[in-house]
């Protein structure tokens, strides 16, 4: 008996109009699959070899292909959830061979950055790159009609979903997940490092995608000296020197009272009133700040009697730039060789 190349190509055709309401795992024990095994052994010696070859390589294809719908949709996923809680590790995609690039100077300094609030005591968690009107308002004190969501120029899905603006998206989250150990005594002090999406004008500061680092810090008798305190600790740390700050009052809804936090423009000459980063104000807003509203607190299912904590966000970008003396922002995502490679990229 021979075999045609029609054999193996007509149970493919047959298994892929199966593979809509089937998973792999089905298909590899259909009729269609079994027929080709049953054929190998009624075929000539001289056959075997390459039919078998083919029948394995059919096997291998059916087993790689994607899980039917009918399977998806009883395995319901979290859209703004990270990308790796949601993909099963057989099927994230390959990357390139680490080796054929370098670590963008954001990623390595925020690598430093998260590494000193570890030494101090935080845990250090993801944001995400999508979420919901809940996490960005509702949660932070911005009830329905509030006006001061107009101040945050989010991009929103269609179906409603928000590109978030800032790393305050996290608080409630984390509140709730170490509201316990806040019970059994251990305060909450967590690190958030993200992307936040805004629909800005561009210049030497402002990007429209950039990453800020918040932090949320909760235990009982917790004030603003605390605050402050722990960031001039962090940026004494990262800047290997004690840096100028000036601290101004500010609104947020999610903390009361809320600051400003500001450090000196290394761009600009003291004198001089036309400096293309700070445009002569000799400050560079580096973050906003506060203590936490006793409503973001209760949100979070805190008894904000007993407990009080600050929160903090501040934009990595603006830090880097201040510490390695990088006059525009924009440069970060120009993908530009020889701005990476003042960094050690290759
Ligand atoms: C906020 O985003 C608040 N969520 C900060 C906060 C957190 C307040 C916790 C209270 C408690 P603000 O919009 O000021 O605040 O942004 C914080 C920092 O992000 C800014 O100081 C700046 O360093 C950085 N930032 C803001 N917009 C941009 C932008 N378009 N490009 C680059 N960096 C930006």
């Known amino acids: 008996m021979n075999y045609t190349f029609d054999d193996i190509k007509n149970a493919r055709n047959s298994l892929f109009?199966?593979?809509?309401?089937k998973t792999p795992a089905q298909l590899l024990k259909s009729p269609a699959m079994g027929s080709l095994f049953e054929l190998i052994k009624t075929l000539?010696?001289?056959?075997?070899?390459?039919?078998?070859?083919?029948?394995?390589?059919?096997?291998?294809?059916?087993?790689?292909?994607?899980?039917?719908?009918?399977?998806?949709?009883?395995?319901?996923?979290?859209?703004?959830?990270?990308?790796?809680?949601?993909?099963?590790?057989?099927?994230?995609?390959?990357?390139?061979?680490?080796?054929?690039?370098?670590?963008?100077?954001?990623?390595?300094?925020?690598?430093?950055?998260?590494?000193?609030?570890?030494?101090?005591g935080f845990v250090v968690e993801d944001s995400r790159q999508i979420d919901d009107d809940y996490h960005m308002f509702e949660s932070l004190n911005f009830p329905l009609g509030h006006p001061a969501r107009d101040d945050w120029d989010t991009f929103m899905t269609d179906e409603g979903l928000i590109a978030?603006?800032?790393?305050?998206?996290?608080?409630?989250?984390?509140?709730?997940?170490?509201?316990?150990?806040?019970?059994?005594?251990?305060?909450?002090?967590?690190?958030?490092?993200?992307?936040?999406?805004?629909?800005?004008?561009?210049?030497?500061?402002?990007?429209?995608?950039?990453?800020?680092?918040?932090?949320?810090?909760v235990d009982e008798g917790v004030q603003v000296g605390h605050l402050v305190g722990t960031i001039k600790t962090f940026l004494t740390d990262y800047f290997g020197k004690q840096v100028d700050v000036k601290i101004t009052p500010f609104y947020f809804p999610f903390t009361e009272p809320s600051f400003e936090?500001?450090?000196?423009?290394?761009?600009?000459?003291?004198?001089?009133?036309?400096?293309?980063?700070?445009?002569?104000?000799?400050?560079?807003?580096?973050?906003?700040m506060g203590m936490i509203h006793p409503n973001v607190l209760k949100e979070a299912g805190i008894d904000n009697e007993k407990y009080t904590g600050f929160a903090w966000g501040f934009g990595v970008e603006?830090?880097?730039?201040?510490?390695?003396?990088?006059?525009d922002i924009r440069h970060f995502n120009s993908g530009k060789l020889e701005f990476l490679r003042q960094f050690g990229g290759n």
């Open 318 to 327: 603006r830090l880097v730039m201040m510490k390695n003396s990088i006059e």
């Open 164 to 217: 978030p603006a800032h790393t305050s998206t996290m608080q409630n989250r984390i509140m709730k997940k170490y509201k316990e150990q806040l019970e059994s005594g251990e305060p909450i002090a967590a690190v958030i490092a993200g992307r936040a999406f805004r629909n800005e004008d561009l210049d030497t500061r402002h990007e429209h995608t950039f990453h800020q680092v918040e932090g949320v810090y």
């Open 44 to 120: 000539p010696n001289d056959q075997k070899a390459q039919f078998g070859k083919e029948v394995n390589e059919l096997r291998r294809e059916v087993a790689s292909w994607e899980e039917s719908e009918a399977e998806l949709a009883v395995t319901p996923i979290d859209v703004s959830a990270p990308w790796d809680v949601n993909t099963h590790s057989d099927k994230r995609p390959r990357f390139l061979d680490q080796s054929l690039g370098s670590v963008h100077v954001l990623m390595s300094e925020l690598g430093s950055i998260t590494e000193i609030f570890e030494r101090m």
């Open 17 to 21: 109009t199966e593979k809509e309401s």
């Open 261 to 288: 936090f500001s450090l000196t423009c290394p761009f600009c000459a003291p004198e001089s009133s036309n400096c293309p980063v700070c445009g002569g104000e000799h400050w560079i807003e580096l973050m906003g």
